[in-house]
C-alpha cells in the first residue's frame, strides 16, 4: 500500500506523491468495482480496475498506486503474464 499518514508514495519506483503528479489507483481484486457500481458485484473474482487517484482508496491494502502511465504500464505487465501463466 502506497501510504504514509500525510503522503503517498508509488507502489512500484517509490515516488513521493507531489501536487503535480498524474497518480492512479489500481485494483487487481475488484473491490473498487464491488464499492463504486452495485451493477458490477455479480462475481468478480479478477479484475483490473484502474481509476485517476483517490486518496480513500489509496489507503486500501488491496489497492495499487502508482505514480504515472510507466509505472501503470508495468503493472499492467506484471497482471497480464500472472494471467497467461494462469490460464495454462
Not at 517509490?14 to 452495485?38: C, F, M, T, Y
Not at 458490477?40 to 491494502?61: E, K
Not at 488491496?62 to 504515472?68: A, E, H
Request: with cysteine; charged share 20%; aromatic share 8%.
Amino acid at each position: 500500500m502506497g501510504f504514509l499518514p500525510d503522503n503517498f508514495t508509488c507502489d512500484v519506483c517509490g515516488a513521493p506523491k507531489r501536487e503535480v503528479n498524474h497518480w492512479w489507483n489500481i485494483d487487481l481484486n475488484g473491490e473498487i468495482a464491488r464499492q463504486k457500481d452495485n451493477s458490477l458485484v455479480g462475481n468478480i473474482h479478477s479484475a483490473f480496475v484502474l481509476i485517476p487517484f483517490d486518496p480513500a482508496a489509496a489507503r486500501q491494502a488491496s489497492i495499487i498506486t502508482v505514480c504515472g502511465q510507466t509505472c501503470a504500464h508495468k503493472v499492467v505487465d506484471e497482471y497480464l503474464s500472472n494471467m497467461l501463466v494462469a490460464s495454462k
